[in-house]
């Protein structure tokens, strides 16, 4: 037994097999973009400088001292996206299969659609059929920044073979690797778990202990093994391997609250902390890191994570899911997940996951995904708006709604298509405004007797 321990480990820690092609290794930059941000200006920061409108040296110096994050693994090489301090704030869809819904078509759809909805990144998150396909062709449809959960695919196969708490490091290595390799921008590293955490959660009084899959994953695997987790311990290895292939570490939170009752509590705010710690690492690295978060918060602590998250991770882009700011409303979360959404953007959440009707209730459709995006993209605007940016479109809309110029209005529209169905509906062509008002229409009996030019 002690020969089998000693053997284990002295493996290396480099994957061995497919994942060290060297081919594949050597298209990779010795340097990532945050060491290049710290020389000069770098055509991704540049690139997100103008879509932002914001001084290109601005955005050089976030990206060089990690408070501005573009994932952009060069393999993939998306448009760049810049996601952090003092840019606009950008929303994630998340696709994927499961085990009993398989269909590469329908995720390569919700791709499309959230690409035509304006997504600012998308996660793959396929739990089912063939994982690696469905991951080299999203891919390959999208050009904006992918990010995936890589502890997914490889617990889930020592599920099927054993048991998930049977991984080994090489087995987490090595699934972080295939999808670094296979271009992944960014990827959730549930490294803050420890057994620290773990034993914060033990003495918890938590309704619904941990609802994140990864988290759940390694919090079973620390228990059963009685060993620190492999993406704590090892961590520095983990970021060598993000240095290789460029990749993003989104810092996950395992043990973020499932519920009201639980938010905010001493487990989820210790994971926290922990992740403070290795922001610095990765920054001392040269690789760009974010910080994942709650989860499910009420209204009144929403700000205060916000603050936590911004102190102790030196003001690492904070990547929210919602939150979702009640726990009654399943078959509505993207609107309790907007509501939270909009309230963390406006105190400084630099990145919102989206939420989708289905939520806590079954794998999303093509249309779910629509109004789950629609949702998180009216919060991220609104925190916008509240912030100063984003506010001419806002301004045309008045404008075209003051003319009674529906085409405009629709073109304007965050949803033309569903604008568009809904002013049809008992349209009367008689009329220049809407069946709201009918023909006592304020906008147009006030333009005629105010005359205003
Ligand atoms: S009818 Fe009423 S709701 Fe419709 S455009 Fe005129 S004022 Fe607006």
């Known amino acids: 037994m002690f020969l089998a321990i000693a053997l284990r480990l002295r493996r290396s820690p480099f994957p061995k097999g497919e994942c060290s092609n060297r081919t594949v290794r050597a298209k990779v930059h010795a340097m990532t973009l945050m060491d290049r941000a710290r020389l000069a200006s770098t055509k991704e920061t540049e690139t997100v400088a103008s879509k932002e409108r914001l001084d290109k040296e601005l955005v050089r110096r976030g990206v060089a001292n990690g408070r501005i994050v573009i994932p952009c693994n060069p393999i993939h090489a998306p448009e760049p996206c810049g996601i952090g301090e003092g840019l606009s704030v950008k929303v994630n869809v998340n696709l994927g299969t499961s085990k009993d819904h398989v269909s590469l078509e329908e995720e390569l759809e919700k791709a499309r659609i959230a690409l035509r909805y304006g ?169 760009q890191s974010m910080v994942e978060g709650p989860g499910h918060v009420p209204m009144h602590q929403i700000e205060a994570n916000v603050r936590i998250e911004k102190s102790a991770c030196d003001g690492a882009p904070f990547y929210v899911l919602g939150p979702l700011v009640t726990d009654i409303a399943p078959g509505y979360d993207h609107i309790t997940a907007a509501i939270g959404g909009a309230i963390a953007a406006y105190h400084g959440a630099d990145f919102l996951c989206y939420v989708t009707p289905s939520e806590h209730l079954s794998l999303p459709t093509p249309e779910d995904v629509k109004e789950g995006l629609i949702a998180s993209k009216i919060a991220a605007h609104a925190a916008d708006l509240a912030k100063g940016r984003g506010q001419r479109q806002d ?40 069946s709201m008002c009918g023909d006592v229409c304020a906008i147009k009996i006030v333009k005629e007797y105010l005359k205003k030019e």
């Not at 620290?196 to 938590?206: A, K, N, Y």
């Not at 938010?263 to 920054?283: I, M, N, W, Y």
């Not at 304007?412 to 049809?424: F, M, N, T």
């Open 119 to 287: 997504a600012d990144a998308v996660m793959d998150l396929s739990t089912g059929g063939d994982i690696d396909a469905i991951r080299r062709a999203v891919l390959k449809e999208v050009n904006v920044p992918v990010g995936t959960v890589p502890i997914y695919q490889t617990g889930l196969r020592m599920a099927r073979e054993s048991a998930v708490v049977d991984m080994d490091e090489d087995d987490i290595f090595n699934g972080i690797e295939l999808h670094a390799k296979d271009g992944v921008d960014f990827m959730t590293v549930h490294c803050g778990i420890t057994k620290e955490s773990v034993s914060w959660l033990r003495r918890s009084d938590r309704l619904t202990d941990v609802v994140s899959r990864g988290g759940a994953f390694l919090v079973a695997w620390i228990l059963h093994n009685d060993r620190e987790n492999p993406l704590y311990q090892s961590f520095d290895y983990l970021l060598e391997m993000a240095r290789r292939y460029d990749f993003t570490l989104s810092l996950g939170d395992g043990l973020r609250p499932g519920c009201i009752h639980d938010a905010t509590d001493a487990a989820q705010l210790q994971e926290l902390f922990t992740l403070g710690t290795l922001v610095k690492r990765a920054r001392e690295k040269g690789v």
């Open 395 to 434: 301004d045309a809309m008045a404008m075209a709604r003051r003319d009674l110029d529906w085409e405009r209005m629709f073109a304007l529209a965050i949803d033309p298509e569903k604008a568009r169905a809904y002013r049809s509906r008992g349209h009367n062509e008689d009329l220049d405004g809407c």
